[in-house]
C-alpha cells in the first residue's frame, strides 16, 4: 500500500495517532510485565513480582481509555477503509494487550508461591528464555505495527511455532519431574501453567501480527496455521510411563 | 434455515442493464470523460463519487442523452441499455427518458397540482386511456413515492406548496410514473434535511425491487448506505468500480483509497 497523505481534517490525523499511541505505551508496559514476571521467577524476586501484579492496573486502565477513544473515532469520524481497519486493529490489540497483561499477572502471583518452594532442576532458566522470545516477538509485532511491515508480522507468527515447542519440551520436563518425585508436584503444576501462560501470550502476540497483516492488505493472514502445542491431542508426547513395564 | 447474509449488501449478482463502453465526453476542446467502461446492474443501486468536477454528473447524463441539450457537448463511444444503443440514430430521445427517468439535485415540482404533476408524464407518453387510469397511476405513483398518505387529501393544491423534501420524493413519484426502467438521481438528498433524506434513502431501497438506480452523490456516508454497486471518478477516469462494501473497507487504488477517506487526493 502506498504511503497515505493526510487528512484534510488534520484533527482526524491527531485522532488516529493519539489510539495508535496508547497503543504503544500498552505494549511498551506489557513487554515489561512480561520480562519482569519471568525475572521475577528465575531470581525469586517477591518485590518484582509485587510490583509486576500492582502495575498491571494500569495495562487495564489503557485498554478501557483505548475502547473509549475508539468508540469515540467510529461515532464521530466514520472512518472506512484503512482508517478503519486503523481503529478495528487498535481494537483488537488492546484486548490481546490486556490479556498478556493478565497472564504476566498470573505468572507474578504463582512466583509469590514458588519463592516458597525448592527450584525445580533448571526449568526457571528456561521459562525466562520462552518469555524472552515471546517479548522479543511482541516487540517485533509493535514495530511491524507501527512500520506497516507486512513481512515482519508473518515472521513473528512464524516464530510463535518456537514458543510451542519450547513449551512441549518444558511440558515433558515437568512430567518427568513430577514422576521423579512427587514432592515436586505442587511446583510442577505451578511452573507448568507459568509454560502455559507463556504459550498463551505467544498466541496473543500471534493475533496481534494478523492485525498487522489486516491492516495493512485487508485480508487475514493467508493460511490456517498447524499448531505446534500438540500435548492436549497427543498422548505420546507424555514420557513413556510403561518404560519400567517393558 | 439458511445462512443470511453478513450485511444486507451482499447482493446477488444481477444483469446487466445498462452497458458503456469507450465512452468519452468533450465540452468544446475540454475532454470531461475519458475511455469509459462501466456496467450497470439492473435492480440494484449503483452510486457515482467523486471530487467536484470528476465527470461522474456528466457520465450520468450521457445515460438519458441529457447532454445533447448541451450545445458544445460531445459524446462518443458506445452505451447500450438492454443492448440497445441508446445513441442510434433511430432512437427518440424523449421516448429514452421516458424509460430512463432523472431526478435532479433540486426538487422542481411543475408549477401545477400535486395530481398534475404524476399525471403530466403519463399524459404525454398516452399511458392512460381513461381517467380511471389516469388516477390510478397516479395513486400508484404517490405511493411508490413513499408520499401518498401526506397528499392523498389535497391532491389539488400545488406541488410547490409541499415541504423541500415532500417536493423530493414528488419529483421521485413523477420520474416512475412513466414506468422507467432506469432511475438517475443526481444529488437527490443535498438540498434535504437529515430526516428526508432518510427517507428518499428508504425509497430509494424499494424502488430497486423494480428498477436499476443510479445516484450521484457527493455524500460518501450516503453511497454507502443506500448502494450496493460504486464507481469512483477522479479527473474523467472510472478509476475504480466494485461493490459498494469493499470500495469502502478495502479499496483497490489508492486514490480511492485517498478520496473516500478524506485525505488530499
Known amino acids: 500500500m502506498s504511503e497515505l497523505k493526510q487528512h484534510i481534517a488534520s484533527a482526524f ?103 516458597q518452594m525448592q527450584a525445580i532442576g533448571g526449568t526457571a532458566p528456561s521459562l ?30 512464524e ?72 500435548t492436549s491431542t497427543d498422548a505420546d508426547l507424555a514420557p513413556d510411563m510403561d518404560k519400567d513395564g517393558d | 434455515m439458511y445462512d443470511a447474509p453478513h450485511t444486507e449488501r451482499d447482493v446477488d449478482q444481477q444483469d446487466i442493464k445498462i452497458s458503456a463502453r469507450k465512452v468519452q465526453v468533450y465540452y468544446g476542446t475540454t475532454h470531461a470523460i475519458k475511455d469509459v467502461d462501466c456496467d450497470i446492474e439492473d435492480k440494484t443501486v449503483t452510486a457515482f463519487i467523486g471530487p467536484s468536477g470528476c465527470g461522474k454528473s456528466t457520465f450520468l447524463r450521457c445515460l438519458n442523452r441529457m447532454n445533447d441539450t448541451i450545445d458544445v457537448c460531445r459524446v462518443e463511444g458506445d452505451i447500450s441499455i438492454d443492448g440497445e444503443d441508446i445513441y442510434d440514430k433511430r432512437v427518440d430521445p424523449v421516448q429514452l427518458r421516458a424509460k430512463v427517468g432523472m431526478v435532479f439535485q433540486k426538487p422542481n415540482p411543475f408549477p401545477k397540482s400535486i395530481y398534475d404533476n404524476i399525471a403530466y408524464g403519463p399524459r404525454i407518453h398516452g399511458l392512460a386511456k381513461s381517467k380511471a387510469d389516469l388516477d390510478e397511476i397516479v395513486e400508484k405513483s404517490l405511493r411508490r413515492g413513499a408520499i401518498w398518505d401526506e397528499v392523498k387529501d389535497r391532491l389539488d393544491a400545488p406541488g410547490t406548496g409541499l415541504s423541500g423534501g ?41 424502488l430497486r425491487q423494480d428498477y436499476s438506480v443510479v445516484i450521484v452523490t457527493h455524500s460518501m456516508q450516503q453511497a454507502a448506505r443506500v448502494s450496493q454497486k460504486t464507481a469512483f471518478f477522479h479527473l474523467g477516469n472510472l478509476v475504480e468500480f466494485g461493490d459498494t462494501g469493499k470500495i469502502f473497507t478495502n479499496p483497490v487504488d489508492s486514490r480511492t483509497e485517498s478520496y473516500i477517506t478524506g485525505r488530499i487526493g
Open chain 1, 13 to 115: 490525523d491527531r485522532d488516529l495517532e493519539g489510539i495508535q499511541a496508547q497503543i504503544m505505551k500498552m505494549g511498551g508496559l506489557v513487554e515489561a510485565a512480561i520480562m519482569q514476571s519471568a525475572k521475577s521467577l528465575e531470581t525469586r524476586d517477591e518485590e518484582l513480582a509485587e510490583l509486576v501484579r500492582r502495575n498491571d492496573a494500569a495495562i487495564d486502565a489503557l485498554e478501557e481509555s483505548l475502547n473509549e477513544e475508539a468508540a469515540r473515532v467510529i461515532a464521530l469520524r466514520a472512518p472506512t477503509a484503512s482508517d478503519l481497519r486503523i481503529v478495528l486493529s487498535v481494537m483488537r490489540m488492546s484486548a490481546n494487550l490486556e490479556r498478556m497483561g493478565d497472564l504476566s499477572k498470573n505468572i507474578a502471583k504463582r512466583t509469590g508461591v514458588l519463592v
Open chain 1, 128 to 157: 525466562r528464555r520462552m518469555a524472552r522470545e515471546v517479548e522479543l516477538m511482541l516487540k517485533d509485532a509493535l514495530d511491524a505495527y507501527i512500520q506497516r511491515d507486512e513481512a515482519l508480522a508473518e515472521d513473528v507468527i
Open chain 1, 159 to 230: 516464530r510463535d511455532r518456537d514458543v510451542d515447542q519450547m513449551y512441549n519440551t518444558l511440558f515433558r520436563e515437568f512430567l518427568t519431574f513430577m514422576l521423579e518425585d512427587p514432592r515436586n508436584i505442587t511446583a510442577c503444576m505451578h511452573l507448568h501453567f507459568i509454560a502455559k501462560n507463556i504459550e498463551r501470550m505467544g498466541d496473543h502476540v500471534t493475533s496481534i501480527a494478523e492485525q498487522v497483516v489486516f491492516l495493512t492488505t485487508g485480508r487475514k493472514p493467508d493460511e490456517p496455521r498447524e499448531k505446534a502445542d500438540r
Open chain 2, 166 to 206: 415532500q417536493q423530493q420524493r414528488l419529483c421521485i413519484a413523477r420520474a416512475i410514473a412513466t414506468e422507467p426502467e432506469v432511475l438517475l438521481m443526481d444529488e437527490p438528498c443535498s438540498a434535504l434535511d437529515p430526516i428526508a433524506t432518510s427517507q428518499v434513502e428508504e425509497l430509494i431501497d424499494e
